[in-house]
Nanobody
Framework: QVQLVESGGGLAQPGGSLRLSCAASGRIFSAYGMGWYRQPPGKQRELVAIITSGGYTSYADSVKGRFTISRDNAKNTVYLQMNSLKAEDTAVYFC??????WGQGTQVTVSS
């Protein structure tokens, strides 16, 4: 079992930045692919970005060039750097481990 705890959400202005963190515990973090998902109000959960155990990354078209996923295996943490935020980025952001484990989510609100 892996426990995931997200942090770093909050309120940002359009064009601003936030960095989300997801701390993992319970197993060998470096062996697993990790991902960030989000669920906008009234909509289904959607994939934002993934990073494999080898460091390969992939992004949803809507965030390419603005968001960056990274991982620090020494700290058992995965990050999501979000720049040039838009109102449509408003959502609850969830960390996912190996397609199986989920964090509790952190709210990101982009508004002026």
């Amino acid at each position: 079992q892996v426990q995931l705890v997200e942090s770093g959400g909050g309120l940002a202005q359009p064009g601003g930045s936030l960095r989300l963190s997801c701390a993992a515990s319970g197993r060998i973090f470096s062996a697993y692919g990790m991902g960030w998902y989000r669920q906008p109000p009234g909509k289904q959960r959607e994939l934002v970005a993934i990073i494999t155990s080898g460091g390969y990354t992939s992004y949803a078209d809507s965030v390419k060039g603005r968001f960056t996923i990274s991982r620090d295996n020494a700290k058992n943490t995965v990050y999501l750097q979000m720049n040039s935020l838009k109102a449509e980025d408003t959502a609850v952001y969830f960390c996912n481990g190996d397609g199986r484990w989920w964090g509790q989510g952190t709210q990101v609100t982009v508004s002026s």
